[in-house]
């Protein structure tokens, strides 16, 4: 099927779709002249998503609406993942798709290294005791102590963007930084060593902390599983910045309810929100933050520009887009 075409500026409609940000209220200060409206729900999204030719979502997109949308040509999605577009009936539908990839970079990579201060810095044990009015005393045991990260081996599963910042970052506090590709061949350059995905097990023994920054794929979902947490040392931390998928939720829990790892630091879960019964919230030595790894001032600016960018792209007829998936 052949590619829909995006009408001219002052004929197209574009759909912002998001429950928190603020995209509307950003793209309006641009004065682009372009007719755009704002959902924050699922059924809103559903009742106009045929008055778009053009779509910003992520977690509200649902694959049933290429049918309910006739003048839809391109979606930019908001996230930088894309599991949740389904790509081929997009592109039979001759509906493009680009990713926000690169839009949360720094956001992310930032927010992995301070999981791994706070676990190294015992910051959530602090809180509680602060919380508590207790003043710890000084520690005896000293595998029981704060610890420094220099001189440490940090895993990082996935070396894109966020992956290869967080090896930057990571480097400036002294650790050594072996990063897992599919690929090793190419992109690791701020990485000490690049190993390829099949030898994940092997250097999972030298890691104390071990970074999951991979996009969710078919060969990603439960990568993380109970021979990876056995490869791990027990004195050694996860900290998940992917996508919950990517970790096999119920290893994890008897990894850290046995102590085969020292903790453990998740900004994604497979199911969100995490439901309230759910055995994660009662586990001391995991730390949770509720999917706010990119959250950031400038993430609705980032998108827009991603957008702006996409869009003139496609009205010169140029078939290339800024991180094109479809």
Known sequence: MTTRTLPAKDKMAICFAHPAYR?????????????????????DLQARVGEADVVVVSGLWRNEFIQAAPRLAFIQSISAGTDQYGKDALKAAGVRLASAQGSNERAVAEHAIALILALARKIPMARDDQAARKWRGLISEISQREDELGGKTLVIVGMGRIGSRLATLARAFDMRVIAVKRDPSRGGEAADAVVAQDRMLEVLAEADFVALT???????????????????????????V??????????LVEA??????????????????????APLWHIDNLLITPHTAGETRKYEDNVIDLLMENLERQWRGDTNLKNGIV
């Open 256 to 277: 850290l309810e046995q102590g085969r790892i020292a903790g453990a630091a998740l900004d994604c879960v497979r199911e969100e929100p995490l439901p309230v019964s």
């Open 214 to 240: 991979c996009p969710l794929t078919p060969e990603t979902e439960n990568l993380f599983d109970a021979k990876a947490f056995a490869a791990m040392k027990p004195l050694a931390y996860l900290v998940n």
């Open 23 to 43: 995209m509307q209220e950003r793209f309006a200060l641009r004065g682009t002249g372009i007719g755009h409206f704002e959902v924050h729900n699922l059924a």
């Open 242 to 251: 992917a996508r919950g998928p990517v970790v096999n939720q119920e290893a």
